[in-house]
Nanobody, 115 residues
């Protein structure tokens, strides 16, 4: 009912920026917002940000002030713009959506911040 595909990760220098994409498809795709998580090697997956279907957004303290959101409604693509990236931001980033009490996940996209 919901399928998510992330893209946009890559290698970036400290202080740089990236825009991650989450393409949502499936029969319920227009009825869900997305949440972003990340998981660094050896660490638990942590919540990064949420963009609700009605437009409300929230961000974790660790990325607060460095995140912005946008959306391509025609193609149901959600974007997460991250700026001033630091080595601690290195992780696999995932988007997720909840529909009818079930959580759907994408396959993740790797972000590596290194000089």
């Amino acid at each position: 009912q919901v399928r998510l595909v992330e893209s946009g990760g890559g290698l970036v220098q400290p202080g740089g920026s990236l825009r991650l994409s989450c393409t949502v498809s499936g029969s319920a795709s227009s009825r869900v917002g997305v949440a972003w998580y990340r998981q660094a090697p050896g660490k638990q997956r942590e919540w990064v940000a949420t963009a609700a279907i009605g437009g409300a957004t929230r961000t974790a303290d660790s990325v607060n002030g460095r995140i912005s959101f946008s959306r391509d409604m025609a193609n149901n693509v959600w974007y997460l713009q991250m700026s001033n990236l630091q080595p601690d931001d290195t992780a696999a980033y995932y988007c997720s959506a909840v529909f009818k009490d079930r959580t759907y996940w994408g396959q993740g996209t790797q972000v590596t911040v290194s000089s």
